[in-house]
């Protein structure tokens, strides 16, 4: 877990990505609000710490939690990027995305609305069906 697992990120699980874009473009209304703009969509907006609780719910397992420093790690990442190592990259963006005092909560610039009509997503489901799935 980074830092203290309570930022907030927007996710989006990858069937709603194609959800999304057969919504924006099977609509003309969609696509001229959304023409030369970033579209954020998301599946859901939550913490560590609520995905993990969800998780353990489903489960009925009690997870030991490691907790990672996401300023370390991204410094790691630079040090990485420096010598040629392209993961330095990802491990960057790990700490940016999921560590506290950064984050990628998304929530108030979501167009779910407008190209995800009719599709609503619950936590508690999509770990059900991911857990199934193990």
């Given amino acids: 877990m980074w830092d203290s697992g309570n930022n907030r990120y927007t996710t989006t699980n990858l069937s709603t990505v194609g959800k999304a874009l057969v919504g924006l473009f099977t609509s003309e209304e969609a696509l001229q ?15 560590q710490n609520e995905l993990i609780k969800a998780v353990e719910r489903e489960t009925g397992e009690k997870f030991k939690i490691e907790k990672l420093d996401s300023k370390q790690w991204m410094e ?10 392209m993961m330095g990259a990802y491990q960057m963006i790990q700490g940016f995305n999921l560590g506290d005092n950064n984050g990628i909560d998304f929530s108030d610039k979501l167009m779910n609305h407008l190209v995800l009509k009719g599709v609503h997503e619950d936590v508690a489901n ?6 199934s799935e193990l």
């Fill in 33 to 47: 609000q959304a023409r030369n703009k970033y579209i954020y969509i998301g599946s859901h907006t939550l913490t």
């Fill in 76 to 85: 790691e990442g630079s040090e990485k990027l420096a010598k040629g190592d």
């Fill in 126 to 131: 999509d770990v059900k069906r991911v857990v």
